[in-house]
């Protein structure tokens, strides 16, 4: 990767320059050679790698779908297909240095040779949809994901002085390790908990007082989940200054709720921050402040933002499917992968408004393809768009906890919403308040109302237990 | 820190006066300049640390125990007390020379002032007082990828090997030594935070798809996982060795890890032990052997290990049974002097080279027990019976037909003031003639622990594995002491 001074002034062209030259390298000196599945795929659809002259080009290659990457009982080791081999003949520098080279090369210089593409971690996606996918980092990855790191410390003003807890739930998952090397490399006092699953609320929030922090790093329905338990039982965190969300999207909804939990709490100046993970981008991309979009490392990876149906390329700001394409990476890479995750507002080119760095950003809440679900309702075949509801339930202002379950009754399908309004009680009327709102955001599929309580429905969430809560339950033919 | 491979060669004279020399300088110009508690024990005792000649100096000292560190309600920060830092009196008392200086000046104060600043934390499982913050400076960092790699060299692992560690995730030390140490090496690993983060069949895929050479587990959790492996007829060939934190293995455990890894294709595999604690920071290997016990490689120019009387505290001869005692050196952030750590090693500590391989580093002799794990009981009418719970370990993991166990302690009738019960749940071998083996484990479990089980109750493995909780706690509960107290 780039100087990243540099790379935030870059003008669009000059991105597009740095972009076309890292694809063409990266295809013609790795991919084109040393990566079994691009290679068969190169030869099978008759593609001349040398044909590729830059990001324009991309368009002329097939997408990688999470099918071609996952394993399944027949093949565990299908992933192994998308890493870079490791063993080259000769090795680059060495052809570079010729005899003299090779005879004076030391020793640690050899070993150095081999770097970018030994593998030194194992991470995985989070497996939402198929199994986990295992993923290679090399040395060179590793030392790209606390670039990247860095770089996010940067946006959200994170220094040495800054006490942090780490609490994303603990996976071999670049978002926890993207904030530990962060935070070790800036040297900022940090605990890293693994989230709710290992070490659970009260642990955490004790954590958060002792050590005076001034930032929590964890997904939005923790975040929230905490402050929940903080404003409820009067426990004040004045030195909270920052909250980082990351792991799933944060309607800005939500975003404001969390910062009136702060607040309540006795935080001032507060400040709430997310950024978006993608594990085949090798790395998460921050926003400088909630609605400015998720700016991208253009030096490390490369974003196309498509039609979801019909693989075509998007225009600026248009709403689409994420697929990246990694520029600077070892290990296990991919062309045009395609994330199923959707950019509500696309992306652009422009310079950010607020912050003034060139890079590419990602505009709009960012909704999961496996969140859409199409509902069998007697009369009717509808799609019942999840994230839809999601976002508006998460910014109702009196609902506290709740998840939806899809139930088959007969031939028919039917959504239950199960929620509280508060810890303790619940409020009289809940259900009718919630079918009003509904009714005037325009949400027009029957719905059934249960009111629980906040441990129910957290329990059921997974709040302590999964990596992120879970409010979706299809229950259908289970 | 010393070099390891000169540490290793270095004279049991040497290697003591380089202890004296280290821990002369580590009183004077760090504990007690920065280290609160340990300044104003010093200040009390009337002790000039100029003064303090070396190790001999050492029992002059108090000892510090858990307790003194562990939070509690009235003093939840109780643990500040024991990390190096130079506050602001410090700095202005020492630093102006400094801060005149031309080279860096008031730049370089701050610096060094940095220098102290904790970047990492882990913390005591609490299980026998809450837990116990113990913070990492940058510098501590580097020494625990040090010890890592020192600890991998001593089990011959290389960074040609591929690790699978299987720790279960938390701010403990028995994960983050393995990351650190694979780190220092550069060595390919998996840091899966074990079967509780990523579950068992992901555990399972992973060992498929990284065919690792070294496996990295709790011994309760790997033999569990071997069985369901092998159940599943799973290719674990690659293994060459597998190493054990957490807990101790006892030896007729080790052998049936051995056996299910030779199953499943592996050669020759060796299980290796490890002796770590939170306090000290870091972990130590036990020399390789498949039948014989060398003791824990100790490193001389990062701690100071004494063996004391667990009753009067006054120090053992070389080889002599006693409770190990820490002394910190050299390090930053949390640091303790003279620690009870509640572990008695029972062939105490050994200053002779090692006879395996020869290294001249102290060695902490393999059998260590918790003294912690003795517990009071009520069994019969005569009150008070000690029973070292200890016991149930080696001849219940290491029982050639038991799968899994679970010991329960309950009050008669749930009733605080009645007699102890002791249950024992197990789940044994298929085919086993009950009867008979009720019959031969009560008799062993009376001979070794000297009380008789209440019952023995027979269950399926998937409804104990369920009650052990090995899928879901961070480590299985194999002793519950469920006692109703008045």
Known sequence: ?478 | MENWEKLNKMSYKEIREMQDRKLRAFLANQIYLYSKCYSEKLNELKIDPMKVKGIEDLKHLPFTYKEDIAPTDDNPQRHKDYVLRPDEEVTEKYGHLAQLSPYGGKAAVEEKVYDFKPVHIHFTTGRTAEPTPFLYTKRDLEKIRETGYRLLDVFNVTSDDVTLNAFPFAPHLAFWQTFFAGEKLNMPALNSGGGKIMGTQNLLDAVEFLQPSVLVFIPGYAYYFLREAVNQGRDFSSVKRIFFGGERVPPGLKDKIRDLLIQMGAEDPICLATYGMTEARTAWGECPSHDEYFGYHTYPDLEIFETVDPQTGENVGEGEEGEVVYTALDWRGTCVLRYRTGDIAKGGILYEPCPNCGRTVPRISSNIQRKSEVKEFDLTKVKGTLVNLNAFFPLLMGHPDILEWQVEIRKRNDDPYDLDEIYLYVAPKEGIEKEKFSSELRQRIIRDTEVSLTDIIYMPVPDLLNQLGMETEVKEKRILDNRVKA
């Open chain 1, 1 to 478: 990767m780039q100087l990243w001074s540099k790379v935030s002034k870059m003008s669009p062209q000059d991105i597009k320059s740095m972009q076309d030259s890292l694809l063409v390298s990266m295809i013609k000196d790795e991919m084109s050679s040393y990566h079994p599945y691009y290679q068969k795929l190169f030869a099978e659809k008759g593609i001349d790698p040398q044909t590729i002259k830059g990001t324009d080009d991309l368009k002329e290659l097939p997408f990688t779908t999470k099918k071609e990457v996952a394993p399944d009982e027949t093949d565990l080791k299908r992933p192994k297909q998308f890493v870079l081999e490791q063993i080259r003949e000769g090795g680059q520098a060495e052809k570079k240095k010729g005899f003299l080279g090779k005879l004076f090369k030391k020793k640690e210089e050899e070993e150095k040779e081999d770097y970018p593409y030994r593998m030194v971690q194992l991470f995985y996606t989070r497996g939402k949809v198929k199994k986990m996918v295992p993923l290679v980092f090399t040395a060179l990855d590793l030392r790209n994901l606390k670039e990247t790191g860095m770089r996010s410390f940067d946006f959200w003003g994170l220094e040495r002085d800054d006490s942090t807890i780490n609490a994303f739930s603990y996976m071999p998952h670049v978002s926890f390790w993207q904030i530990f090397y962060a935070t070790v490399e800036i040297g900022s006092t940090a605990l890293q908990t693994g989230g709710g699953r290992v070490l659970g609320a009260e642990k955490i929030l004790k954590a958060l007082f002792n050590l005076e922090a001034t930032t929590l790093i964890t997904f939005p329905g923790y975040a929230e989940y905490c402050l929940q338990i903080l404003n409820r039982f009067g426990f004040m965190m004045p030195t909270l200054e920052k909250i980082v969300l990351g792991m799933d999207d944060a309607p800005p909804s939500l975003i404001k709720k969390i910062q009136e939990g702060m607040e309540k709490a006795g935080a001032k100046d507060t400040q709430v921050f997310r950024s978006y993970y993608l594990s085949e981008a090798k790395g998460g991309w921050p926003e400088c402040s909630p609605g400015y979009g998720y700016h991208i490392h253009p030096d490390h990876v490369f974003v196309e933002i498509v039609d979801p149906e019909t693989g075509e390329r998007k225009n600026e700001e248009e709403s689409g499917e994420i697929v990246i394409t990694n520029l600077d990476a070892r290990g296990t890479v991919f062309l045009r992968f395609r994330s199923g995750d959707i950019a509500t507002g696309g992306m652009t080119t422009k310079p950010c408004p607020n912050c003034g760095r060139t890079v590419p950003r990602i505009l709009g809440d960012i909704d999961r393809l496996d969140r859409i679900f199409e509902l069998n309702l007697g009369q009717e075949k509808r799609e019942f768009n999840f994230n839809d509801m999601r976002r508006l339930l998460l910014g109702m202002k009196d609902l506290s906890q709740w998840y939806v379950e899809i139930n088959r009754e007969g031939e028919s399908d039917r959504l239950k919403l199960v929620a509280c309004s508060g810890i303790k009680e619940n409020e009289p009327d809940l259900d009718k308040k919630i079918h009003k709102y509904l009714e005037q955001e325009n949400f027009d599929i029957p719905l059934h109302i249960d009111i629980s309580s906040y441990e129910d429905i957290t329990q059921r969430q997974g709040m302590e237990r999964g990596v992120t809560e879970c409010r979706i339950f299809d229950k259908r033919n289970k």
